[in-house]
């Protein structure tokens, strides 16, 4: 659903649409949609990679020029989100590596 409104509401206690949205705040080091290379938190932590973009976001490979590296440190208190859309290819294996540290006790 798309809401349009002429209007400015500012009122905290209307709730999220998507319970997600409270993650992005002031707190944000980094959000990317994959649709470029572009941080949209404004802290102006861009990623980097050689690979390219079509209409539905990053276009991933199995080589090593298709790494994308971040400006961001991981800490302990780091909460992440991704979501993928990784298309089945016949006859070749879609996944997502990812050098983030889960230790055991993560929630």
Same mark, same amino acid.
């Given at each position: ?8 509401? +500012? ?5 999220? $649409?998507?319970? %997600? ?7 944000? %080091? ?23 973009? +079509?209409? $539905? ?5 199995? +080589? $090593?020029?298709?790494? &994308? ?11 992440? &989100?991704? *979501?993928?859309? %990784?298309? $089945?290819?016949?006859?070749? %294996? *879609?996944?997502? &590596?990812?050098?983030? +540290? ?6």
């Amino acid at each position: 659903m798309r809401f349009v409104s002429d209007k400015i509401m +500012d009122n905290p206690d209307l709730p999220f $649409a998507d319970p %997600l949205m409270v993650f992005i705040n002031e707190n944000m %080091l980094a959000g990317y949609a994959m649709l470029d290379n572009i941080d949209f938190s404004g802290n102006g932590n861009d990623f980097t990679w050689n690979g390219g973009f +079509d209409s $539905a976001g990053a276009v991933l490979a199995n +080589d $090593a020029d298709h790494v &994308i590296s971040t400006p961001v440190l991981e800490t302990d208190e780091m909460t992440i &989100i991704w *979501c993928g859309n %990784l298309a $089945a290819i016949s006859g070749e %294996l *879609c996944s997502l &590596i990812s050098s983030f +540290d889960s230790p055991a006790n993560a929630n």
